[in-house]
């Protein structure tokens, strides 16, 4: 991972309170862009509700979901992927850590 991702994150965690989550991300992102939350989810085809239970972490995103929002904001696929599959791992209870990269 190069430094700027790194710094990055650490960033995130430290503004957030714990490790980033896909909710965390994408409500990052929907800050710093200067969106409201209606606007925001229709960028991203889903309804206010929706992004509201994505951000607060109370609705899972399915890996494929991940990778179209990810397109649809110009993000890493990647990540966005690795999030969401991390996600369900801790809901899960399992202690693994998940890494992704391209095919």
């Not at 994505?54 to 990810?70: D, M």
């Not at 399992?94 to 992704?100: E, N, P, W």
């Amino acid at each position: 991972m190069n430094t700027k991702k790194s710094d990055t994150r650490k960033f995130l965690e430290k503004m957030t309170g714990g490790p980033v989550t896909l909710g965390k991300l994408v409500e990052a992102i929907r800050l710093g862009e200067e969106l409201s939350q209606a606007s925001f989810a229709k960028k991203l085809r889903i309804s206010r509700s929706h992004l509201n239970d994505i951000e607060k972490g109370n609705k899972a995103v399915s890996p494929e979901r991940a990778s179209r929002f990810a397109k649809a904001l110009g993000q890493s696929q990647e990540r966005f992927v690795e999030l969401s599959l991390q996600s369900l791992l801790d809901e899960a209870g399992l202690k693994l850590k998940v890494a992704v990269d391209v095919a």
